[in-house]
């Protein structure tokens, strides 16, 4: 069981250019999330999906496209990377059910320049 | 809305003193609580976990208990060590909002020998 896995691990992007981030999980999870954590500001919910199919907006979504083609797979992309977009981003995954634990991918770094 | 408060930081602790970290929570629901730690260039790992008032959850030697009189959920430990250096993150999760992360800022613990 190889949990939540993210690729890439880290990434330099130049202003304008665009990328996705991949994370997969393989415990049958039914949601799938995508965080951002930056120095002092905690984790900030991108965007999240409640199964395969469906995606809804978190707290900080500008700027970022998510899809879930597939339910093992959460894919966050970012169509025209800007410096503000400088962070570490995380992506979670849980059972359904009211009270489970979020388990989290290990991070990709990326930096905009 | 939902909010976690966590005290400010960063802490430095002598190896075996106490450790106690505060977290303080709103929530319109009925909330879960997590304590989340974040070792040197790794993802968040569970600590531990309550989903009930008065219950303790306990992990590694760290405890904390639902207090729903209160609204806290204050992280203790009562010997550190120089491996529980990392941050610390308190959380809540609403079952009524799709079971959503809201996360304190977290707290970095530095432990010396």
């Known amino acids: 069981n190889a949990g939540v896995t993210q690729t890439p691990k880290f990434r330099v992007l130049k202003t304008g250019q665009s990328m996705t981030l991949l994370c997969a999980q393989d415990m049958n999870h039914e949601y799938m999330y995508w965080y951002r954590q930056d120095p002092g500001m905690g984790l900030r919910l991108i965007h999240y999906?409640?199964?395969?199919?469906?995606?809804a907006k978190g707290e900080v979504p500008d700027g970022y496209n998510v899809s879930r083609l597939k339910k093992q797979n959460f894919l966050l992309g970012l169509e025209s990377a800007a410096p503000s977009q400088t962070s570490v981003y995380f992506c979670?995954?849980?059972?359904?059910?009211?009270?489970?634990?979020?388990?989290f991918g290990p991070g990709t770094r990326l930096l905009v320049l | 809305g939902n909010s976690v408060t966590q005290m400010e930081g960063p802490v430095t602790l002598s190896e075996e003193a106490f450790l106690t970290i505060n977290c303080t929570y709103t929530?319109?629901?009925?909330?879960?609580l997590f304590w989340y730690v974040q070792y040197p260039g790794e993802g968040l790992q569970l600590l531990l976990k309550?989903?009930?008032?008065?219950d303790k959850g306990s992990n590694k030697g760290f405890e904390a208990t639902y207090r729903k009189e209160t609204t806290s959920f204050h992280l203790e430990k009562g010997s550190v060590q120089v491996s529980d250096s990392a941050v610390y993150f308190c959380?809540?999760?609403?079952?009524?909002?799709?079971?959503?992360?809201?996360f304190g800022k977290g707290i970095t613990l530095s432990v010396r020998p």
């Open positions: 959380a809540l999760s609403d079952p009524g909002a799709n079971s959503k992360l809201t």
């Open positions: 999906s409640v199964g395969e199919g469906t995606t």
């Open positions: 309550a989903t009930k008032a008065d």
């Open positions: 929530a319109t629901g009925y909330p879960s």
């Open positions: 979670a995954s849980r059972a359904a059910g009211g009270r489970e634990t979020q388990y």
